[in-house]
């Protein structure tokens, strides 16, 4: 590229591209104008916004369009400082027309055009000999000379090529330049040209010539003005997530959208801060408050305050340090300045648009929250934390210090350092977190008893006692707010350190709180590993036999980390969590009593112990609506919605799942927004509304944030299965350490995904395994249900009446329930549909119809659609297997009513199936009966084995067993009276049936 050219590209093009995010909207009226300027009316659109709003970048996005339908794009930048010569912003557009655009334009303009064009484009003295500009261009007849050249040779210009001319930042432009602008608006209307030209907000005075011309150019009737705003909240989202390559905690970007007011520029500005210091993923939101403006900003914030009165500025400089809001009074008492003259400073700033009125007489806010931070960031840092001491001493002399002010007070202590007590730091950190926590937000929590921790090492550092307070707090914090998984390592790690500082010191009670703590708030998993266990038993022998709170607590955690490790004991953590519930009660403890009913639910998650459930679930609940704690009616409601789904009543599962989100709007309980992501993809996937359920799965896939396989792998197999789609399904299914124990359900479903893609020595390995595992045996939990689904359906594939004989025998007592998996947020469907397929591969056909046909009406009752597809599949495929008298006919009926309840609700994946049986069971035709006496079934075996297809490729492509499949060519052998697969080949291949 020349060095001509590049300078005429727009400034970001130089830079590394940033996402482009939104401006939908807008783009869309930009194109409409391209259109009727490409159609031969020529339009001028005015895009009009703050700084940083992204006028540019937009203007970027629409050239790149006008370039690829064929336009040459002019663009011209204007000069912020005086010293650019005049129609600067032209000069550099037609610069680019000079080199890019078509040379048989200069021969068809007079040569007085020719020469006074030089005054715009100095450079085509070198392109057209025998020209000289003229002298001067003072008088008003070679000013409108210059307009009318200039027009006539973009209008030339664009009958060779569309034009596109872009002018930036005309707010800085010179007059002459606005001038030219004004005249083109009416020269190009018949014209294959569209001109766009950014700008701000003219800060001069309406009689300024600047705001004159841009006024009348908006009243021409092809002009448009087109107002950028800042982003939405979503459009924030979708910025940080492609820039940073991964989602942000919803805190962060609700901090991030509050600071920038969604202005793309200054989004970008401190995204790109953040991710550079490496800060996204763990920084507190309110880091983002503090973070220094970065030096674009406080640039691009500066140039406008230098037009101020330095008594303004200084007012301004000392309201930055309160904050956004300010009043007149606490100012007066920080700076000890006139009130008299403090008001007529903000006068000023009010009128420059720095700060706006507040709601309440003599209050103020800052228009923008970085114009506050640029203000802020140029104070010397000596200044600003003596400003913060006076903000806070001021705040305590005029009686601060309820509740909702402990951390105004917390924040100017602590930046007061190292002038302020940091023994006052400590105190008044705590209080703010103490009070954070109270309103569920855990994450300003976490913030301010980091603060408290760091002021206490300057002010105490020998007092491990409260240190160990202050870690749990923190620990118990970022629990909270962690992504709903249940894995914290950051707060383990608090934990940890106040479990040694707790057990150097001898404290029982904090050994204990800091070992519940350590386990976490999700108990499905054991997430602490061994150092879990090691630590729980150890707070119990500290606490001694009394009955105690702590003890309670302890045990309860206890019962569901060894039913964790070992699922086949039952009755030692049942026990353990009893006690705990006894304990509560002696206490009179609700919420303690609530926490062991919750472990004893957990260690009773088997299909043997619903009716225990289902009270212990039913007791939870009332605690919940008593106690109003929000991970207790976490555990309330997931309790609920497990039972009722274990039960068949899904109508309590949508009720819970709405309960649950209801409450969630106003927790904000992570671990219980990932809950009903999840249990409502569960719910709509076994309904078959599986747009509704692939939004959901999406999200749960968002929110789990974990080094462990996420636990809705295989919500999302089970999906894109339905839905045909298992080609986006990439990788391999994980399975987890011995540590979790949905590891069986993850297995049993990586070996279906096996099937699925042929993988069958590996999914046999996995099938095989499954099969001798002890705890698959019986019902060992809430997953064992999705673990003999999997089984059932892979006896078929691998013809195994004897593993169908075991699974049979191991799922009879749960003939009348649903399968279905907590966990893993997954239903199975009717148990019956699995015995059918046991039976099926037993030949047992009359008791796979029966059992079919009992899964059939329960899923049409429960309105579970896609299990009543699978149910009619093998009603029809049955039908055909045993072709007793009426089957073909009856079964001919119920593969129609699966291929079109399939197609009604979208699920691809077993269309080709229940096709395939529509296609052999129909009724017989002549043709395919008087070839050797051959079945229609026989002939589709036969025309396969004759294109070379092994057994079990033909199995699989008529959806049969292999046994089946031999049974069909032993009796094709001897209806053709020959004895091999070649013979039988070569008898299709001469009677032309392949």
């Not at 006139?338 to 709601?359: C, R, S, T, W, Y």
């Not at 307070?469 to 629990?479: P, V």
């Not at 399975?735 to 993988?759: C, D, I, T």
């Not at 659609?865 to 079964?891: C, H, K, Q, T």
Request: net charge negative; with cysteine.
């Amino acid at each position: 590229m020349s060095d001509v050219s590049r300078s005429s590209l727009p400034p970001s093009e130089l830079l590394i591209d940033a996402p482009f995010v939104g401006r939908e909207d807008e783009l869309r009226a930009l194109h409409a104008a391209l259109d009727r300027a490409l159609a031969g009316a020529g339009q001028l659109v005015l895009l009009v916004g703050e700084p940083g709003i992204g006028k540019t970048r937009t203007s970027e996005r629409l050239a790149s369009s006008a370039r690829e339908r064929g336009a040459l794009v002019l663009w011209g930048s204007c000069y912020e400082w005086d010293g650019a010569p005049a129609y600067w912003p032209w000069t550099q557009a037609l610069r680019t027309w000079l080199h890019h655009g078509d040379a048989e334009v200069r021969p068809a303009l007079p040569a007085d055009d020719l020469a006074i064009l030089m005054r715009v484009i100095p450079e085509i003295a070198s392109e057209t000999s025998g020209i000289a500009a003229p002298a001067s261009l003072d008088s008003n007849a070679h000013l409108f000379r210059l307009l009318t050249a200039t027009g006539a040779l973009i209008r030339n210009a664009a009958t060779h090529q569309p034009l596109l001319i872009v002018l930036d930042d005309v707010h800085w432009a010179d007059t002459p330049s606005l001038q030219l602008l004004r005249f083109l608006a009416q020269e190009i209307r018949d014209a294959r040209v569209l001109i766009v030209a950014t700008c701000r907000a003219i800060d001069r005075g309406r009689s300024h010539p600047q705001a004159m011309i841009l006024a009348d150019l908006v009243r021409e009737p092809n002009c448009r003005k087109i107002a950028l705003h800042g982003w939405r909240r979503d459009q924030v989202v979708q910025f940080v997530t492609l820039a940073t390559g991964r989602a942000q905690p919803p805190a962060l970007i609700d901090a991030l959208f509050d600071e920038t007011d969604g202005n793309p520029f200054f989004v970008g500005e401190v995204t790109r801060l953040l991710a550079a210091e490496g800060q996204f993923g763990s920084v507190p939101p309110d880091t983002v408050r503090r973070t220094r403006v970065p030096d674009g900003v406080r640039d691009a914030v500066r140039r406008r305050l230098d037009r101020l009165s330095p008594s303004c500025t200084h007012a301004l400089a000392a309201a930055s340090i309160i904050g956004r809001d300010f009043d007149v009074r606490l100012l007066e008492r920080t700076t000890g300045s006139d009130v008299m003259q403090l008001l007529a400073a903000l006068d000023e700033a009010v009128n420059a648009q720095f700060i706006v009125p507040g709601k309440m007489p003599d209050a103020f806010r800052f228009s923008h929250a970085l114009i506050q931070d640029a203000l802020y960031a140029e104070l010397p840092s000596a200044e600003r934390a003596q400003g913060h001491l006076a903000v806070g001493q001021a705040l305590e002399s005029r009686g601060a210090g309820h509740e909702t002010d402990w951390a105004i007070l917390a924040r100017h202590f602590s930046l007061a350092a190292p002038f302020s007590d940091q023994s006052k730091v400590c105190d008044y950190s705590t209080r703010a977190g103490d009070a954070a926590m109270l309103q569920f937000n855990w994450e300003a929590a976490a913030d301010h008893y980091r603060t408290a921790l760091t002021a206490l090492n300057l002010s105490d550092p020998g007092n491990d006692a409260h240190r160990c307070q202050l870690l749990i707090s923190l620990g118990e914090a970022l629990n909270r707010a962690g992504s709903g998984s249940g894995d914290v390592p950051e707060a383990r790690e608090q934990f940890a350190r106040a479990f040694a500082l707790a057990q150097a010191l001898g404290d029982a009670e904090q050994m204990a709180r800091a070992a519940v703590g350590y386990a976490g708030i999700n108990i499905i998993a054991a997430f602490g590993g061994p150092k879990q266990l090691e630590y729980l038993e150890a707070a119990l022998a500290a606490l001694g036999p009394e009955d105690h709170p702590l003890r309670s607590r302890v045990l309860s955690r206890l019962a569901v980390d060894r039913w964790n490790r070992d699922p086949t004991d039952r009755r030692g953590p049942r026990a353990l969590a009893t006690q705990a519930i006894e304990m509560a009660r002696r206490l009179n403890a609700p919420i303690l009593i609530a926490i062991g009913l919750w472990a004893r639910y957990f260690a009773s998650l088997s299909p043997a112990y619903l009716e225990e459930r289902e009270a212990d679930a039913a007791e939870l609940l009332a605690y919940a609506e008593h106690t109003q704690d929000p991970i207790i009616a976490a555990w309330a409601y997931i309790s609920q919605v497990v039972s009722c789904m274990d039960r068949g009543n899904l109508a309590g599962v949508e009720q819970m799942i709405a309960a649950m989100s209801e409450y969630n709007e106003r927790a904000h309980v992570p671990y219980l927004a990932l809950r009903n992501a999840a249990y409502q993809a569960m719910v709509d996937t076994a309904t078959g509304r599986y747009c509704e359920a692939e939004r959901y799965v999406d999200r749960a896939a968002e929110l789990w944030q974990s080094s462990s396989p996420s636990q809705y792998q295989c919500q999302q197999f089970l999906l894109y299965r339905d839905l045909g789609r298992l080609a986006e399904f990439s990788g391999e299914l994980r399975v987890p350490n011995h540590l979790y124990l949905w590891r069986f359900a993850a297995q049993a479903h990586r070996m279906a995904l096996a099937l699925e893609r042929g993988q069958l020595d590996l999914a046999r390995s996995d099938y095989q395994a499954l099969l001798a595992a002890d705890i698959v045996r019986e019902p060992f939990d809430n997953e064992w249900g999705g673990v003999v689904a999997r089984l059932a359906e892979a006896t078929a594939a691998f013809d195994d009446p004897q593993g169908a004989a075991l699974l049979s025998n191991w799922i009879a007592p749960y003939h009348d329930r649903l399968l279905a998996g907590s966990g893993l947020a997954m239903c199975h469907g009717p148990a019956a549909l699995y015995l059918g397929h046991l039976a099926a591969v037993q030949r047992a056909w009359d008791a796979a119809v029966a059992h079919y046909r009992h899964a059939l009406a329960m899923s049409e009752r429960l309105g579970l659609r896609p299990f009543a597809v699978r149910a009619l599949i093998g009603l029809a495929e049955v039908s055909m297997e045993r072709n007793a008298p009426g089957d073909r006919v009856a079964g001919y009926a119920f593969a129609l009513r699966a291929v079109a309840l399939a197609e009604s609700i979208g699920m691809a994946g077993l269309l080709p199936r229940a096709g395939a049986l529509c296609a052999a069971l129909a009724p017989l035709q002549p043709t395919a009966t008087s070839r050797a006496g051959l079945t229609s079934r026989e002939l589709d075996v036969l025309r396969l084995v004759a294109e070379g297809l092994s057994d079990a490729d033909v199995a699989r492509r008529l959806f049969l067993s292999r046994r089946t499949v031999n049974s069909h060519l032993t009796s094709i052998y001897a209806k053709l009276g020959v004895s091999s697969r070649t013979a039988a080949a070569h008898w299709a291949a001469e009677q032309k049936i392949v």
